[in-house]
């Protein structure tokens, strides 16, 4: 699977929903996540994601991300089509470890 990251909060610019064939991305307030039940690895959101959040769990930093992805999946709704990037998202792009801005 992959999974995203909290490189995602405040952003959520919502590409990677344009692209994925399988409708795995889960939708919070200010941050989207990949069921990895649902996720067939396919890859292709990893690279349309502007702010870089999508890893591969196969990464060094991915195991917690991993954690966090299934434990959200299983409480946010599915989101099928991308929409706007939240108002602050090209400010907060960039800005490491924003896992304590994580509205869940
Ligand atoms: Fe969807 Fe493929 Fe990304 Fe998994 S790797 S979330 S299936 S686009
Ligand atoms: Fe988040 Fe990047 Fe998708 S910011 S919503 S993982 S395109």
């Known amino acids: 699977t992959f999974v995203v990251t909290d490189s995602c909060i405040r952003c959520k610019y919502t590409d990677c929903v344009e692209v994925c064939p399988v409708d795995c991305f889960k939708e919070g ?13 396919c890859g292709v959101c990893e690279p349309e994601c502007p702010a870089d959040a ?8 991915a195991e917690r991300w991993l954690a966090l992805n299934t ?3 299983a409480l946010w709704p599915v989101i099928t089509g991308r929409k706007e990037p939240l108002a602050e998202a090209e400010e907060w792009n960039g800005v490491p470890d924003k896992l ?5």
């Not at 307030?29 to 690895?41: F, H, R, S």
């Not at 999508?54 to 930093?61: E, G, N, S, V």
């Not at 304590?100 to 869940?104: A, K, M, R």
């Open 100 to 104: 304590p801005f994580l509205s869940e």
């Open 71 to 73: 434990k959200l999946a």
């Open 54 to 61: 999508i890893l591969p769990d196969t990464h060094a930093d």
């Open 29 to 41: 307030e200010n941050m989207l996540v990949i069921d990895p039940d649902e996720c067939i690895d």
